[in-house]
């Protein structure tokens, strides 16, 4: 993303009503823009991957951290949808 002009930044994301499709009709939008873009985006999810997976997201690195019993964080990146296309 070094050339980029921006970034988007979305902290927290939590549904307190899960399974109903608001997390991916929230971050469906911004994704689209990305793919417009060409760029890729990052998460950092603790316990959330499969829900990321279903949008396109790979776990690139996972690290446990505070120990053995501390959490185990993945961190996931998308391709944008263009730059898979254009590679196949
Ligand atoms: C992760 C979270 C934001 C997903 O929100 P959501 O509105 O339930 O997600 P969606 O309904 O859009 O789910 C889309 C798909 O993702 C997958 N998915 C979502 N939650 C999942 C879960 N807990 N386990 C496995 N797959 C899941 C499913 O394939 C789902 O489709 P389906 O319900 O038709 O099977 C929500 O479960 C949540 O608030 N979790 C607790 C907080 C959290 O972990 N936030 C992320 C921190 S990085």
Redesign the pocket.
């Known amino acids: 993303m070094a050339d980029a002009p921006f970034y988007y930044h979305l902290n927290?994301?939590?549904?307190?009503?899960?399974?109903?499709?608001?997390?991916?009709?929230l971050l469906q939008p911004m994704l689209e823009r990305a793919d417009a873009l060409g760029v890729p985006c990052y998460?950092?999810?603790?316990?959330?991957t499969?829900?990321?997976q279903?949008l396109g997201f790979t776990t690139r690195v996972a690290k446990r951290f505070g120990g053995d019993d501390g959490p185990l964080v993945c961190f996931m990146r998308r391709n944008p949808r263009q730059a898979l296309v254009s590679a196949q």
């Open positions: 927290l994301l939590a549904c307190k009503k899960p399974r109903l499709g608001y997390a991916t009709a998460v950092e999810s603790d316990g959330a499969a829900f990321y279903t």
